[in-house]
């Protein structure tokens, strides 16, 4: 028997995403959000005329939100308008003079890579190919599975493959770049990419080198209307499919009912035990009420950890403390916003700093013995160079992005200087480094909005493990099968989505984690992502497919799973919060 309600914990763009698939699946669905607003990560702040989105700014892997969007019956140019960035992003060098303006197609980074280095063009084709190959392998047989079965990857193409994946997974990207060029700007704008993924190129699988392709041969979009404008397109195509969204909402406790027997399970597998099941949620309101809300499936977008070792009694946590023990957390994140009087064409839509000593950078963010890197490493980001709508006319709109360790000691940040000192300190320094880096000599003084955001902000606002700005590293053990499960093993009808689960960090990994949501409940165990239009049960009378009954599902209320809950009492009550 199919579920027929749904709760979604969680109102960032995974959470939103989810709801809309299972909405379009026939579910009647909710979700809960804990911030007045959604968006979670990839939020919006909007002051004196500036609009700054507070997370995720690189458009990368076009084709994966468009898949999406054609699963919802539109499509990408439908929904946003989407434009190409030439230069794709500029980087500049610790003493190095010059900038080195990365293009925006591939031809451009071909001529770029012989100017930096001879014979380099060549050898950059070469490796563009290669991580076109992998990249394909990865979205065919890894991105889009659940690791439910691994019958689907014993195919000819992988098991082909087989040697050389592997000396991918064990070689560091940093080596394997090293391997193939010379030139220190070009190995450090190949290693970068290993950020995205929450990790550092000399402990990221050289496999990751795929990325390279995303931004050297397919270039880098940018969405008009800020990366919130994605958050509300999700939102509305949700809506639309008849989601309710309740904001304000703080869920403090997945429900489970008690196994419907003692003895061996039935069906299927006859040795096999039945487990809880969850059976909705307890969450607090806006005004402070306690709430509870029924449902048959509970699928929780927000951070693993938090979902495992706050919301569920610890025998029943997949993923209990000792576990996370072991996991190696992405980096944390200084963030500042910053309103600017005049123009800033010394800065690109994207413009990346890369220190000297590149290696003990990233050993200070993620090694054993963690310090914040002074000068560091940093990203900014200047939306308003090709979205009018960022900042008012005559001014600039910077987000500056700095990679520290994943430690909420840090402090938190605040606006107009009002965070901890630490954190306003770092601040300070950032502000005089960029000035000096890019030569704005008056950048501080022309400053007029700042606000600044820090690892114990990420603990705060969005229950981030060890406040880490992405959530686990891609690093081998924590990459493809060894990241993990989607769905527990202790709690029946408990699924989870997200960057700390598979596949992984970033938006186009969020959106194929809702995805593979509704492959888990279908008993979809295929590596290849779904069909586009999806054959929607909700639509022209499917049937629903026979994965999930097949499994041994049985939505709470059915009449197997009648049994008194024996973590709260069953009955739900009126939902609280404000409907966003």
Not at 178 to 184: G, K, V
Not at 334 to 343: D, E
Not at 346 to 355: C, I, N, R
Not at 465 to 484: E, M, N, V, Y
């Amino acid at each position: 028997m199919r579920p027929r309600t749904a709760v979604v914990i969680g109102g960032g763009i995974t959470g939103l995403a989810t709801a809309a698939l299972l909405a379009r699946e026939g579910l009647e669905v909710t979700v809960l959000e804990k911030q007045p607003e959604t968006g979670g990560r990839a939020g919006s702040w909007e002051t004196g005329g500036f609009r700054f989105d507070t997370g995720p700014s690189w458009y990368l892997m076009p084709e994966v939100f468009d898949h999406f969007f054609r699963l919802l019956g539109t499509s990408a140019a439908e929904q946003l308008e989407l434009v190409r960035l030439d230069p794709g992003y500029r980087v500049l060098f610790e003493d190095v003079p010059g900038a080195v303006d990365v293009a925006g197609t591939r031809e451009g980074n071909v001529a770029l890579f012989e100017s930096l280095e001879p014979g380099a063009g060549a050898r950059l084709e070469e490796y563009l190919e290669s991580a076109e190959e992998v990249y394909g392998m990865a979205r065919k047989r890894f991105l889009y599975s659940t690791f439910a079965s691994f019958l689907p990857l014993l195919r000819p193409d992988v098991l082909r493959s087989g040697p050389r994946l592997a000396r991918l997974l064990l070689e560091p990207l940093s080596s394997f770049v090293a391997r193939r060029f010379t030139d220190p700007r070009i190995r450090q704008i190949l290693g970068y990419p290993a950020v995205f993924l929450g990790s550092s190129p000399f402990t990221t699988p050289s496999m990751y080198h795929l990325m390279s392709r995303l931004d050297l041969a397919d270039g880098v979009l940018y969405p008009l209307g800020g990366f919130h404008r994605i958050v509300s397109v999700i939102s509305d195509l949700a809506r639309a499919e008849g989601t309710r969204v309740i904001t304000g909402a703080e869920v403090t406790r997945i429900r489970t009912s008690a196994p419907s027997g003692s003895g061996p399970g039935r069906g299927r597998n006859p040795f096999r035990r039945r487990r809880p099941r969850a059976v909705g949620v307890d969450y607090r309101d806006a005004e402070g009420t306690q709430m509870s809300l029924d449902a048959d499936l509970v699928v929780s977008a927000a951070d693993l950890h938090h979902t495992e070792t706050v919301l569920l009694p610890e025998r029943l946590q997949t993923y209990p403390e000792s576990y996370w023990e072991h996991r190696v957390p992405g980096p944390g994140g200084l963030l500042l916003h910053l309103g600017v009087q005049g123009k800033l064409p010394q800065l690109e839509h994207h413009t990346l700093l890369f220190t000297r000593d590149w290696e003990a950078n990233f050993e200070k963010i993620f090694g054993t013995d963690t310090s914040v890197p002074d000068p560091a490493s940093l990203y900014v980001c200047r939306p308003s160079a090709t979205d009018p709508g960022a900042a008012p006319d005559g001014h600039e709109n910077l987000f500056v992005l700095v990679p520290v360790p994943s430690d909420p000691s840090l402090g938190a940040g605040g606006i107009d200087g009002a965070g901890d000192p630490q954190i306003e300190k770092m601040a300070d320094a950032v502000i005089a480094q960029l000035s000096s880096w890019a030569g704005i000599p008056d950048l501080a003084e022309r400053i007029i909005i700042r606000r600044t955001v820090g690892p114990q902000d990420f603990v705060t606002d969005l229950n981030s493990w060890r406040g880490t700005l992405l959530g686990p590293a891609h690093i081998l053990k924590q990459s493809a099968f060894f990241r993990g499960t989607n769905a527990s093993r202790k709690v029946e009808g408990l699924l989870y989505a997200g960057g700390s689960t598979l596949p992984g960090i970033g938006l186009p990994m969020c959106l194929i984690s809702a995805e593979l949501v509704l492959k888990r409940l279908r008993g979809d165990t295929g590596t290849e992502a779904l069909p586009e239009p999806a054959p929607w049960s909700a639509q022209g009378g499917a049937s629903w497919p026979a994965g999930p009954a097949s499994s041994g599902w049985q939505p709470a209320g059915s009449p197997s799973a009648g049994m008194p809950s024996d973590e709260t009492s069953s009955a739900g009550s009126p939902s609280g919060g404000t409907e966003a």
